[in-house]
Nanobody
Framework: QVQLVESGGGLVQAGGSLRLSCTVT????????LGWFRRAPGKEREFVAA????????YYAESVKGRFTISRDNAKKTMYLEMNSLKPDDTAAYYC????????????????WGQGTQVTVSS
């Protein structure tokens, strides 16, 4: 069974940094894309960043470009999201997902999800 577990969330002051991790167990992902989404209070889940399991092309939402960096360690089956210059608007539950086909940017396209990790940015 494919499972994804996020970690690394917490409380941070505006301008600070956090690194989220998403560890994947079960399955093989050579043909897949890994992505980060977030759900802010009162809003729907939205795309943050994505990276293929094989390859290094990275995709980012406009709102996080220049501040967030997505990466992965295939040996550890772990994906990371380095978040810098955090803003209160970044406050959300962050989820990692696996995409087999479809739009990288669509929450409906992802096949598997983790349970989420909370990021709270104080002003």
């Amino acid at each position: 069974q494919v499972q994804l577990v996020e970690s690394g969330g917490g409380l941070v002051q505006a301008g600070g940094s956090l690194r989220l991790s998403c560890t994947v167990t079960g399955g093989t992902f050579s043909g897949y894309v890994l992505g980060w989404f977030r759900r802010a209070p009162g809003k729907e889940r939205e795309f943050v960043a994505a990276i293929p399991w094989i390859g290094s092309i990275r995709y980012y939402a406009e709102s996080v470009k220049g501040r967030f960096t997505i990466s992965r360690d295939n040996a550890k089956k772990t994906m990371y999201l380095e978040m810098n210059s955090l803003k209160p608007d970044d406050t959300a539950a962050y989820y990692c997902g696996i995409l087999g086909s479809g739009s990288l940017y669509s929450v409906r396209s992802y096949d598997y999800w983790g349970q989420g990790t909370q990021v709270t940015v104080s002003s």
